[in-house]
């Protein structure tokens, strides 16, 4: 099963399961991540259902390509990391 993973950035600020899915795409993966938490929903999608501007995800190792459908495919055996993006000066 395909695992999703949340950065510490995010734990800092609220609950952040590990989540296997047997999803095949990301938006479904990350619909099962946010009935374990809905609280996550806001801290990763904006009101429009869009992916964050300050946050990516990377499916084995690249970059999601769709930031607005979220429709990227998923393997079974896919690791799929949801990171927030640090800011500073």
């Known amino acids: 099963m395909a695992r999703l993973v949340f950065t510490q950035q995010l734990a800092r600020f609220i609950d952040v399961p590990e ?13 099962g991540a946010f009935e374990h938490n809905p609280l996550l929903r806001g801290y990763v999608l904006d009101d429009q259902g869009h992916l964050r501007e300050n946050v990516v995800i990377f499916i084995d190792g690249r970059r999601s390509a769709d930031r ?8 079974p055996d896919s690791k799929v990391y949801v990171l927030q993006a640090l800011s500073g000066g």
């Open 19 to 31: 989540v296997e899915t047997g999803a095949t795409r990301l938006r479904a993966a990350l619909e």
């Open 68 to 75: 607005i459908g979220l429709d990227d495919p998923l393997q």
